[in-house]
C-alpha cells in the first residue's frame, strides 16, 4: 500500500515508523528507546556538519569562530565519551557471560557438597541443620485401624458450692413466719 507523501510524514511523527510491509506503529517504550539511540549520533552529526561549515566559511562569520572552537571541543569529547560507552558496554557484556558462567559453577559446587556432607552424616542427622540442610524427619503415622467409636459418658455432677453467688445474695430475701418453703412436687 502506497501512502501520500504528506501522510508518511504526519505518520512517521506520531509513532509510527516504516518497515517492508508498510508503516507500523510503535509502542511508546520502543520509541523512547529508539529516539535515545538515535538522538546522541545524530546529535553528533549536525555538529560536526555545522563545525566543518563553519571553519570552511570562517571568513565570512569571524564573530563565530569561537564558538565554533568551542563546539569543536564538545564533539571531540562527545565522541570520545560515546567510544567510551560502547567500550564498557560490551565490557559489560562480556563481565555479564562471566558472571553468569561463574555462578552456574558454584551452585554445582555447592551441591555437590551438599551431597558429600549428608552422605559422611546421613540424611537423618540433625548435625545438616549447621550447613543450612534440612534433615530427613519421619512422619508422625496416624493409627492404621480406626478406633471404636464408643458412646460418650456423661459428665459427672460437680458439687455446688456452699458460697452463694453475687446474683443469689442480692435476690434472696429473709424467710418470715408467713413464708413457707414451696414443697417440691412427688
Known amino acids: 500500500m502506497r501512502f501520500p507523501e504528506d501522510l508518511t510524514q504526519r505518520l512517521m511523527c506520531s509513532g509510527h515508523r516504516k518497515t517492508a510491509s508498510g508503516i507500523m506503529k510503535v509502542p511508546v517504550f520502543q520509541k523512547e528507546t529508539i529516539m535515545a539511540r538515535n538522538q546522541n549520533g545524530s546529535t553528533q552529526s549536525t555538529w560536526k556538519l555545522l563545525s566543518t561549515s563553519l571553519a570552511a566559511n570562517a571568513k565570512d562569520l569571524p564573530h563565530l569562530e569561537g564558538h565554533q572552537v568551542e563546539l569543536a571541543g564538545t564533539l571531540a569529547k562527545a565522541e570520545d565519551l560515546t567510544a ?13 557471560k562471566q558472571l553468569t558462567v561463574l555462578m552456574e559453577e558454584g551452585r554445582k559446587l555447592a551441591t555437590f557438597l551438599r551431597v558429600g556432607v549428608k552422605q559422611s552424616y546421613g540424611n537423618r542427622s540433625e548435625k545438616l541443620v549447621e ?8 512422619r508422625r503415622k496416624l ?11 456423661p459428665a459427672p455432677e460437680v458439687p455446688r458450692s456452699t458460697v452463694p453467688s453475687t446474683s443469689e445474695l ?9 413464708d413457707s418453703p414451696t414443697p417440691t412436687g412427688h
Open 84 to 96: 567510551q560507552f560502547a567500550a564498557l558496554t560490551a565490557s559489560k557484556q562480556d563481565i555479564s
Open 143 to 153: 493409627a492404621a485401624t480406626p478406633t471404636p467409636t464408643t458412646t460418650p459418658t
Open 170 to 178: 442480692s435476690v434472696q430475701k429473709p424467710l418470715t413466719s408467713t
Open 131 to 138: 550447613f543450612g540442610l534440612r534433615p530427613l524427619r519421619t
